[in-house]
């Protein structure tokens, strides 16, 4: 039977959990276990690479330069969906005066400026989109490479993926979700004496849910402005277009949250690494004569 709550390891307890989502998980090997930060330094040498993928390392990297980039994209993005649905909603009015009134011409200077208007503000939707689609791949796939530093067993995709998984038609509607979620568990801080930890994931089931809604409102809308030929046809359409751009909107506000919640955990996490690693760097040269 598989666990009630993440649906992906085997129920191991009574109430239907598996070892992870019920914090009973079994040690490392050899009694290890992640000191608290500012506990007496590990024995031994450093850690090596960790297996998981090309260009995977011991040291996580950092998203946090990345992350601001995103996030001030995302912030574009919302300016240029408010834009946009201004420009919508302003057309859309015109041509339900046509609709009204058949003897307005909507061919005219008016309705030239309004179309010209909505035709720059598409552009400038597009361009914000493409842009801020870009940098977060990157640093998605940056906090991919940092979740197999931290927790390679809990990941159910390779590295790859979180790139990859975007372009795959159909699978892009759940292979990012899938590599997202492992990102989320690997990126928990442990409990300051090792044990393990899970975090709520509503900013991470919201952020996607709200992804999957606007990419299907968006595809539908579009598609119906580009059926509509009657003037009441061409307003409705531009209602439904300016309704997903709305929700293109949330949807950005989510990716927002996403973001940082998952760089607040994983610079968390990566202080709590270093406190308990630094020190034993540092003890053969204090040894030192």
């Not at 390891?9 to 608290?36: E, I």
């Not at 010209?116 to 597009?126: F, K, N, P, R």
């Not at 899938?178 to 442990?190: F, K, L, N, Y």
Request: net charge positive; hydrophobic share 45%; glycine share 12%.
């Amino acid at each position: 039977m598989l666990c009630t709550r993440c649906r992906i390891r085997t129920a191991v307890t009574d109430d239907g959990l598996c070892t992870f989502c019920s914090g009973t998980r079994p040690p490392p090997p050899g009694g290890a276990k992640v000191p608290a930060p500012g506990a007496a330094p590990l024995s031994g040498p450093v850690p090596g690479p960790v297996p998981g993928g090309r260009g995977t390392g011991a040291w996580p990297r950092s998203p946090v330069g990345l992350s601001r980039a995103v996030v001030a994209l995302l912030g574009c993005v919302i300016a240029s969906d408010l834009f946009v649905i201004g420009a919508g909603l302003h057309l859309r009015g015109l041509w339900e005066g046509v609709a009204a009134d058949e003897s307005l011409d909507v061919y005219t200077d008016p309705g030239l400026r309004a179309q010209e208007l909505y035709d720059l503000a598409g552009t400038v939707q597009t361009a914000a989109f493409l842009a801020t689609g870009v940098l977060f791949v990157i640093w998605f796939h940056r906090t991919r490479r940092n979740a197999e530093v931290f927790e390679s067993g809990v990941q159910r995709m390779g590295p790859g993926w979180a790139v990859g998984g975007w372009f795959v038609p159909v699978a892009n509607l759940w292979f990012p979700y899938r590599v997202a979620s492992g990102i989320w568990e690997a990126s928990v801080p442990p409990h300051p004496d090792g044990g393990w930890r899970t975090a709520p994931r509503t900013v991470l089931n919201l952020w996607w849910g709200g992804w999957i809604v606007s990419v299907l409102a968006s595809r539908i809308a579009v598609s119906q402005w580009n059926r509509a030929r009657e003037p009441e046809q061409i307003a409705d359409a531009a209602a439904l277009v300016a309704a997903a751009d709305a929700l293109d909107l949330v949807a950005a506000v989510l990716a927002v949250l996403f973001v940082r919640a998952v760089t607040g955990m994983q610079g968390e996490r990566a202080a709590m690494r270093q406190a308990a690693t630094a020190p034993g760097r540092a003890a053969p040269e204090s040894a030192a004569p």
